[in-house]
């Protein structure tokens, strides 16, 4: 390829990986889904692109990198706080349940497609696996209970090593067998694999912890030292003991996660970033090389073989994994049926494919239609239907929809018994005994803390939360939570009043609307404002709009003694007015206002 094409075949991708994850947002589907298929159209379809063609003899090494950074973003938010609390179950799913299924689906692929008994074994290792980069996605559209995705979370990127380890150890045995060493050689391989990449992992992880926590870096160096440690500590890894990169940068994230004292929360943002960019890519450029007709060419027994996979081999591993523990059938059968594979499974079977072909074993390269075949089939299935089966089982969260209130002082807790009476949820966070006292005397759920500590971001409950009101008289307590919280509910969703101090500052002195967020009700209203007209008898009335009495005779009937706050419209949605707002209510809604007492204006 020229150079010309080349730049025009990277820029192709890079739209498309943007159009496929704004359909996924746009549509609450899964974007691996939109991925494969652009990829699928790109490549064997339209043969507009090559991979092979367009990196030659880096695609695989860039494949593998690109692999160990997705490991490492996802180990990044495994905290052993949830281990505690979960651990039991994920240990099973990823240690006897990866057992069973690894059986289950050797078996049925050995009997089914007549595979031979190692590439059978080979293709159990790599499709046990899920994996963040479908995992993660899927939740955000399921929304399931916390406990549910706590499990599903952990167990995808624990997994993704695990898999990878396997397949590593079943690659080494095919390859020694020709040998007439191949237990040996395996055992070996597994023992060097794991020490090699435990010993590399944590040694990575407590340098580069060392460094955030004695400020020997800037902080503008964080995100590049992170991605050089992670390229340099797999590399290291790998070049000791083959194919132990993989555990090393899921380790090494596990122990920068869990380091006391280091705060990984803004190299977790860049990583994720990275990894949306990074993952969308790998999907294009790997179903590109898809064999179609090697797809075809398996037949329908593909079908029963995905569903052994569903029915049989997932359901088995759950219910090995959860015997005696708390989950109940609800919680249980929503587990048996969320299982995707993903990207660890396409790369590395693209991977073993190609050296065990060119070892030459007959039928090695059926691994990679195979696989993706089973990663299709996997998420269109589950993503078509495991919103609707959590609602039917009555386990998933509600929409985040309620809202965090900073604040829990007087005027914040008659905004939070308004907003509870709409029927929003509510929780009020404090670091006043006083005010957190009077707000559970009124009936209103509590934080006791500063919502921006460390303790709130393990213990802080955000389950159906999906705005935030500021409402402290503290400017400064206000900016910091909505800086906090902007990357839980989006800039859109961040709401506060202006305190008194800060409205008499300049510009120069005053935070920006950026990190403020936007304002409730009008420019005027601000908290001295707000607590000094209840003070002076003015209340939050609820007033339901219909045929007969519209926005029009509300307007008329109150005038400029109503501040209108809120708006709950006929589907239950409650909008937050702002000066910029262009709620228009219309009858079947509820408005929320401040309104002034009669006698106010005849002063």
């Known amino acids: 390829m020229s150079e010309q094409q080349i730049l025009l075949a990277f820029g192709g991708i890079g739209a498309a990986a943007l159009l496929c994850q704004w359909l996924a947002w746009r549509l609450k589907l899964p974007a691996i889904l939109f991925l494969l298929l652009t990829g699928i159209l790109a490549g064997p379809g339209l043969h507009l692109l090559d991979p092979q063609e367009m990196f030659g003899p880096l695609l695989m090494p860039l494949v593998s990198l690109a692999v160990a950074l997705i490991l490492f973003e996802g180990s990044l938010t495994l905290h052993l706080s949830e281990w505690r609390e979960i651990g039991s179950v994920v240990h099973r799913l990823v240690t006897i349940g990866a057992l069973s299924t690894w059986v289950v689906i050797a078996v049925a692929t050995h009997w089914l497609l007549g595979f031979d008994w190692l590439l ?32 599903l979370r952990w167990e995808g990127i624990v997994i993704d090593p695990i898999g990878a380890l396997l397949a590593v150890v079943v690659y080494s045995f095919i390859i020694a067998s020709a040998e007439g060493n191949g237990l040996k050689e395996s055992l070996l391989t597994f023992g060097g694999v794991i020490l090699c990449g435990s010993l ?47 555990l090393a940068v899921t380790l090494m994230g596990m122990w920068l996660a869990n380091m006391k004292g280091v705060d990984v ?57 959860t015997a005696g523990s708390s989950l109940g059938w609800r ?141 402290s008289p503290s400017g400064e307590l206000n900016t910091l939570a ?16 202006a305190s008194g101090q800060e409205s008499r500052r300049t510009d120069k002195h005053r935070a920006s609307h950026e990190h403020r967020g936007r304002l409730l009700g009008n420019e005027e209203l601000t908290y001295i404002k707000l607590a000094n007209q209840l003070h002076q008898g003015a209340e939050l009335y609820s007033t339901n709009l219909t045929e007969g009495f519209g926005w029009e005779d509300y307007q008329a009937l109150h005038g400029e003694r109503a501040t209108l706050l809120f708006a709950r419209d006929d589907s239950g949605w409650v909008h937050v007015v702002t000066p910029d707002s262009a709620v228009k209510p219309s009858a079947g809604w509820t408005l929320l206002a401040l309104i002034q007492p009669e006698t106010s204006d005849a002063t």
């Open 120 to 151: 059978a074994i080979l293709f159990g290792s790599l499709t046990l696996v899920t994996g963040p980069t479908v995992i993660v996605p899927m939740l955000r559209v399921v929304r399931p209970k916390a406990s549910i995705a706590n499990i």
């Open 200 to 246: 590399f992992g944590i040694l990575g992880g407590w340098l580069l912890g060392t460094l955030i926590r004695r400020q020997w870096l800037p902080e503008y160096l964080h995100n590049l030292a992170a991605l050089a440690a992670v390229l340099g500590i797999f590399i290291a890894s790998n070049e000791v003991t083959h194919e132990s990169g993989l």
């Open 265 to 321: 929360r803004h190299i977790l943002h860049f990583k994720e970033n990275l990894s949306v960019l990074l993952i969308s890519g790998l999907f294009i450029l790997l179903a590109a090389r898809l064999d179609l007709n090697a797809m075809i060419g398996l037949g329908p027994l593909v079908l029963i073989l995905l569903l052994v996979i569903q029915f049989i081999a997932r359901p088995l591993n759950v219910l090995l994994s």
């Open 331 to 471: 919680e249980r059968t929503l587990l048996a049926w969320i299982a995707p594979r993903g990207i660890v499974a396409a790369a590395v079977s693209a991977i073993f494919a190609i050296r065990l072909h060119e070892a030459g074993h007959q039928g090695a390269l059926l691994l990679v239609p195979l696989t993706f075949a089973v990663i299709i089939g996997t998420v269109v299935l589950q993503s078509a239907t495991a919103r609707p089966l959590a609602r039917l089982l009555k386990v998933a969260e509600p929409a985040p929809s309620g809202f965090l209130i900073i604040g829990a002082n007087g005027p914040a807790r008659t905004l939070g018994k308004a907003l509870q009476q709409l029927g929003s949820r509510v929780l009020l966070t404090d670091s006043s005994w006083e005010n957190i006292r009077a707000a559970r005397m009124e009936g209103l759920p509590t934080y006791f803390g500063n919502p921006a500590s460390q303790h709130a971001d393990a213990h802080l409950d955000l389950v159906g939360l999906g705005h935030l009101l500021a409402l």
């Open 482 to 497: 909505a800086m906090r919280f902007r990357h839980d509910f989006g800039h859109q969703r961040l709401f506060g009043l």
